[in-house]
């Protein structure tokens, strides 16, 4: 495959591709200093494409070369005998419960919902642009009736929700990839680095995760991390606050196997 061609569909053809299609940069989620961001990000996207046109060699999607990003404090390592499988960006929202009554009580967690977009190949070929998409994915909204996460052409590669509080589920069974089904449980967690994104009203990102599947299963997976997040933290207190309630957050997912990756 031609570099040039991979590079478009890893990171979608800004080049080439008219811009009523790309989800609209939502100015109201922009935070000082974004726009450093995204600048930055762009003038990486266009020396990527340059440096791609230059490559006698394509790059290759080689997920032996994609490394898991460690946390100041980091989480326990993967379980031997593990292979990455596949790394995806989410984007979409963690939810919250306030108790209304009582100004000083803490949100509590009720899950999450988030689209999962293939990001295999960009974090393989280019860890550094890797790690600003999900800081960029933020500055974006995501549409419903055009779930692309702005501004790339990712590829989606399944859904994530919880089942029951305790229980984060991954889908990522799609008509052309059938990577598994994870019903999961949280086995660690730690702070994300002092510098990662905040969300669209300053809200932290929310911890890194190391989670392990439940019974059930499929794909062989077998453990999860949640890394590179950005936003989806609840204010300290409910004071304030509705009833329910969803906070903005992207984050990259490492999805490990027990089967040695083709
Ligand atoms: C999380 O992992 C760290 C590092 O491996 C370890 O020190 C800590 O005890 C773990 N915490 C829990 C709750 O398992
Ligand atoms: C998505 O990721 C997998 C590996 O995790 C890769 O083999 C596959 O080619 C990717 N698909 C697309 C459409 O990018
Ligand atoms: C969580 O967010 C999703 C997506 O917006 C929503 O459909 C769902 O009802 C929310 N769940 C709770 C418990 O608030
Ligand atoms: C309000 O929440 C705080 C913090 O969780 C708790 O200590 C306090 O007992 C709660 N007050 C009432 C009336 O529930
Ligand atoms: C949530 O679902 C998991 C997996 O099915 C189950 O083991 C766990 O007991 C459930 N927890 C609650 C609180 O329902």
């Not at 061609?5 to 974004?34: D, E, Q, R, V």
């Not at 990527?48 to 080689?62: I, W």
């Not at 008509?175 to 702070?191: D, F, I, R, V």
């Not at 392990?212 to 004071?239: M, N």
Request: net charge neutral; charged share 15%; glycine share 6%.
């Amino acid at each position: 495959m031609r570099s040039s061609i991979l590079l478009a569909s890893a990171l979608g053809a800004l080049t080439t591709i008219a811009a009523p299609t790309w989800p609209a940069l939502n100015m109201n989620a922009a935070m000082p200093g974004s726009l450093d961001t995204v600048s930055a990000y762009f003038n990486m996207l266009a020396r990527k494409v340059q440096e791609s046109r230059q490559m006698t060699v394509a790059p290759v999607c080689d997920l032996s070369k994609a490394q898991l990003p460690e946390a100041p404090v980091p989480l326990p390592p993967v379980s031997a005998g593990l292979t990455l499988k596949h790394v995806a960006v989410g984007r979409g929202t963690q939810n919250y419960t306030c108790d209304t009554t009582n100004a000083t009580a803490a949100p509590v967690q009720v899950g999450a919902v988030a689209t999962l977009f293939n990001a295999s190949c960009v974090v393989s070929s280019y860890p550094d642009l890797a790690n600003m998409i999900t800081k960029m994915a933020l500055r974006f909204s995501l549409t419903d009736e055009e779930a692309r996460l702005g501004p790339s052409n990712l590829a989606i590669s399944g859904m994530h929700y919880f089942t029951n509080t305790t229980t984060p589920f991954f889908n990522l069974d799609r008509p052309n990839l059938q990577l598994g089904e994870a019903p999961s449980a949280k086995l660690n967690g730690t702070s994300a680095p002092a510098d990662a994104a905040k969300g669209p009203n300053g809200e932290a990102a929310v911890p890194w995760l190391k989670l392990k599947t439940r019974d059930g299963a499929t794909g062989d997976l077998q453990e999860i991390y949640r890394v590179e997040t950005a936003g989806g933290s609840a204010p300290a207190t409910c004071a304030g606050m509705p009833a329910t309630f969803e906070v903005q957050y992207s984050a990259q997912y490492f999805f490990y196997s027990g089967h040695k990756s083709t």
